[in-house]
């Protein structure tokens, strides 16, 4: 059974930071690609940042230059670094696992909750 399980999520003050995780179990970790998405009230899901398998990363131009995406293979975690928080990234956000070949083989986690508040 795939499961990814996020955590990190909480409510911090805008300017704070946060480390999301996404932890992987029932793949082949090191085969997929990771991302993460957010979706805040009211609104669609939104991609955010994105790791190849090879290590290659992709940001939303809204995030860039705040969120670092990361994975370890070694522990089957994806993470997500985000700073300089605004309370507009208040969101539910979410980690997506996708085969490097097989597109069908695509799981989601439950997500985990941001909020950024003073």
């Known amino acids: 059974q795939v499961q990814l399980v996020e955590s990190g999520g909480g409510l911090v003050q805008p300017g704070g930071s946060l480390r999301l995780s996404c932890a992987a179990s029932g793949i082949t970790f090191s085969e997929y690609h990771i991302s993460w998405y957010r979706q805040a009230p009211g609104n669609q899901r939104e991609f955010v940042a994105a790791i190849t398998n090879g290590g290659n990363t992709n940001y939303a131009n809204s995030v860039n230059g705040r969120f670092t995406i990361s994975r370890d293979n070694a522990k089957n975690t994806g993470y997500l670094q985000i700073n300089s928080l605004k309370p507009e990234d208040t969101a539910v956000y979410s980690c997506?696992?996708?085969?490097?070949?097989?597109?069908?083989?695509?799981?989601w986690g439950q997500g985990t909750q941001v909020t950024v508040s003073s």
């Open positions: 997506n696992a996708i085969h490097r070949i097989y597109s069908r083989m695509n799981y």
